[in-house]
């Protein structure tokens, strides 16, 4: 594996030039999700790059099938959370489903709301051409912008499926062309989600900006993963994209099955644990 230097030990700051920087040298940016204090700490101190208040807090936190029932003011609650916690790591929050697709003054409003009641540093938006207008106002407006294209999960009920986006040419022509309209709009970096890998490498190299990756294959400029997804907290999605690196809901269980026996055999609290 070739080496191109590890930012944990330069940056004591990850900005959007920073990402840039990373991307010139090659250097590969980790992004995780998260969506509360504690956790956000933990990854801030672990040294990630990048943290994302993703809208896939619907299913994760809040249990809904999809990401389309978030609101904003629910948005705002996460990223704020995790905004007290990160020192390090750059912050980016989705605007969720309904808050932009209006027009781009209601894209306006509801990115300046993030950014004033979070503190977050840059706002994600779904989509290509089509919110390329929302786009542009919320950058005049001085707010860093990330591009998500591919799978675009608020767009779930037009798919109609979670499979892999852009294998047709048509779709992989207009991925390319999208890409190019949101650089050049300003966006300072992209996430490509569930794409060909050999697409994924093809916009990485034609766009300028970094790439992050969701399913999108190793030539990408960086990966993101679903925090809960990767450390096994949720087991039933398990897409081919998906390295799981603990199994966290088994050991959850373990421990509160003990905690369970331990209290109905009194043997919680001991002496020790007690005043
Ligand atoms: O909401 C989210 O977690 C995301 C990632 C899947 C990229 O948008």
């Given at each position: 594996?070739?080496?191109?230097?590890?930012s944990?030990?330069?940056?004591?700051?990850?900005?959007?030039?920073?990402?840039?920087?990373?991307k010139?040298?090659?250097e590969?940016?980790?992004?995780?999700?998260?969506?509360?204090?504690s956790?956000?700490?933990?990854?801030?101190?672990?040294?990630?790059?990048?943290?994302?208040v993703?809208?896939?807090?619907?299913n994760v936190?809040?249990?809904h099938?999809?990401?389309?029932?978030?609101t904003?003011?629910?948005?705002?609650?996460?990223?704020?959370?995790?905004?007290?916690?990160?020192?390090?790591?750059?912050?980016?929050?989705?605007?969720?489903?309904?808050?932009?697709?209006?027009?781009?003054?209601e894209?306006?409003?509801?990115?300046i709301r993030?950014?004033?009641?979070?503190?977050?540093?840059?706002?994600?938006?779904?989509?290509?051409e089509?919110?390329?207008?929302?786009?542009?106002?919320?950058?005049?407006?001085g707010?860093?912008?990330?591009?998500?294209?591919?799978?675009?999960?608020?767009?779930i009920?037009?798919?109609?499926?979670?499979?892999?986006?852009?294998?047709?040419?048509a779709?992989?022509e207009?991925l390319?062309?999208?890409?190019?309209?949101?650089?050049?709009?300003?966006?300072f970096?992209?996430?490509?989600?569930?794409?060909?890998?050999?697409?994924?490498?093809?916009?990485?190299?034609?766009?300028?900006?970094?790439?992050?990756?969701?399913?999108?294959?190793n030539?990408?400029?960086?990966q993101?993963?679903?925090?809960?997804?990767?450390?096994?907290?949720?087991?039933?999605?398990?897409p081919?994209?998906?390295r799981?690196?603990?199994?966290?809901?088994?050991?959850?269980?373990?421990?509160?099955?003990?905690?369970?026996?331990?209290?109905?055999?009194?043997?919680?609290?001991?002496?020790?644990?007690?005043y």
């Open positions: 594996m070739q080496n191109k230097g590890d944990r030990q330069y940056y004591t700051k990850i900005t959007t030039h920073v990402l840039q920087e990373m010139l040298k090659g590969k940016i980790a992004m995780l999700t998260a969506y509360d204090y956790m956000a700490k933990i990854l801030d101190g672990a040294g990630i790059d990048m943290v994302l993703g809208d896939s807090a619907s936190m809040a249990g099938t999809t990401t389309l029932p978030i904003l003011d629910e948005m705002i609650y996460h990223a704020s959370s995790v905004m007290r916690a990160v020192k390090r790591a750059l912050v980016v929050v989705d605007l969720p489903f309904g808050t932009y697709q209006g027009n781009s003054i894209a306006l409003h509801s990115a993030i950014m004033k009641e979070s503190g977050a540093n840059a706002i994600k938006i779904e989509g290509g089509e919110v390329i207008g929302s786009v542009k106002r919320i950058l005049s407006a707010i860093p912008v990330m591009g998500h294209l591919g799978l675009t999960p608020q767009s009920h037009k798919f109609g499926t979670y499979v892999v986006r852009a294998t047709e040419n779709e992989a207009k390319v062309k999208d890409a190019r309209l949101l650089e050049q709009a300003g966006c970096g992209l996430v490509l989600e569930k794409i060909p890998a050999k697409l994924g490498t093809q916009v990485t190299k034609e766009i300028k900006i970094p790439t992050i990756g969701i399913g999108a294959g030539g990408v400029d960086g993101v993963l679903v925090l809960h997804d990767m450390l096994g907290i949720t087991m039933k999605f398990s081919r994209f998906l799981r690196y603990h199994n966290l809901s088994e050991e959850i269980k373990g421990s509160v099955n003990t905690y369970i026996d331990d209290v109905k055999s009194s043997d919680f609290p001991n002496e020790r644990e007690q």
